[in-house]
């Protein structure tokens, strides 16, 4: 049986979280110190950046990982509520803005408050977790029919591939594929209707069109989340073996599609939400059996400080200057470490600092909920 918090809240959910969003705040850079220094990690470093276009890193996982956690939590949400007397109604009111707050908080945080609107970046990483999410979840509160949500999901996700494949943007170059950043109708859409400028100056990766598949990835997450709730299988370790063998056919049918549709975060292709959701659900699974069911939790308890405040991180570290405590709280004990160490043990500081003002807020019960 799954072990829970009093409140009916997943510790795995959590920790996988803050998992996620440890390399946010430095753990990605701290990989790479540790691949610069052991011959033995290339591998590790390089998994630590986007793909350039085509492709899969584990660091293109970050951002669908956690769209996909965001979808976990929402059964939970909604039983909650509906058991306090809450109707669909005030719930979806609910829904809707929270995902219009991250959109907010999404320009905001892209220089919104600069007032420079011609050069303003629109589309943003909140923005895109706001919108997805929220339709997300709007469908399933609506739709009585779960089943149509799976026959929805692989609409959207046929449809998405039949348009990248047979449409082609007006301005593309002459011979430009369909699949590339100057020739995807994706990005066409995002330069004739985003104000403002984009990201790769012609594409965003948080644009318009490719929001539609992103919903499919919420909705994995919302399916997920169903399951563990649901008592249709009791057994936790069951539970986790249903969600590894489901994660394995989500990968080989991404790798599939990769074939005729390639795997590409940017464009958040159809064979990504399937690789990304394998990925996001087979760690999910093990988490949760590690977690949840066996019950190993105390070496996670600095993850779950993280994860509870995931939100209040990604916005500190653009509005705070986390350099400042840590060069005058661990400048002299850096300047003892060899050269080649210095930066490892700079960001290792850095992770520390982050993780005290979590841990802080955490003694405090202070938790940013949008």
Not at 111 to 118: A, I, R, S
Not at 249 to 260: F, M
Request: charged letters at 15%; glycine letters at 10%; aromatic letters at 14%.
């Amino acid at each position: 049986m799954g072990m829970k918090e009093k409140n009916g809240r997943l510790l795995s959910l959590d920790v996988l979280r803050g998992f996620d969003m440890s390399f946010i705040m430095g753990g990605e850079v701290v990989l790479i110190c540790l691949a610069s220094l052991f011959p033995g990690l290339e591998f590790l470093g390089g998994q630590m950046g986007h793909s350039q276009w085509d492709g899969f890193t584990f660091y293109d996982l970050i951002f669908p990982l956690f769209l996909f956690l965001a979808g976990i939590s929402f059964p939970f949400s909604m039983a909650k509520q509906l058991s306090l007397g809450k109707s669909k109604g005030s719930i979806s009111l609910k829904v809707v803005k929270r995902g219009l707050i991250l959109v907010l908080l999404g320009v905001v945080y892209n220089g919104l408050l600069q007032f420079d609107f011609e050069t303003l970046r629109y589309a943003s990483v909140l923005g895109r977790i706001g919108v997805a999410w929220m339709l997300a979840s709007l469908l399933y509160i609506w739709l009585k029919r779960k089943w149509l949500l799976i026959l929805l999901s692989a609409v959207v996700l046929l449809g998405y591939w039949a348009l990248l494949a047979l449409v082609v943007a007006p301005d593309a170059p002459v011979g430009a594929s369909s699949f590339s950043i100057d020739g995807s109708i994706v990005g066409y859409v995002d330069r004739c209707m985003l104000p403002g400028t984009l990201h790769n100056e012609i594409h965003d990766p948080e644009g318009i069109l490719s929001t539609l598949p992103a919903i499919v990835t919420a909705l994995s997450g919302i399916f997920t989340g169903e399951f563990v709730r649901s008592r249709r299988v009791a057994n936790g370790y069951k539970k986790a073996a249903v969600m590894i063998g489901a994660a394995m056919l989500l990968l080989v049918s991404g790798y599939l599609w990769d074939i005729v549709f390639p795997i590409n975060k940017n464009l958040w292709s159809s064979s990504f939400v399937c690789c990304a959701g394998g990925c996001s659900l087979l760690l999910f699974a093990l988490f949760y059996l590690v977690v949840d069911v066996v019950g190993w939790s105390k070496w996670a308890f600095p993850l779950r400080v993280i994860g509870m405040n995931s939100i209040t991180i990604y916005l500190a570290q653009q509005f705070l200057d986390f350099s400042k405590p840590v060069n005058t709280l661990f400048g002299g004990v850096l300047k003892l470490l060899p050269e080649d160490y210095y930066a490892l043990g700079w960001w290792c500081c850095y992770m520390l600092v982050c993780w005290c003002l979590l841990y802080f807020l955490y003694r405090k019960k202070v938790f940013l909920k949008v």
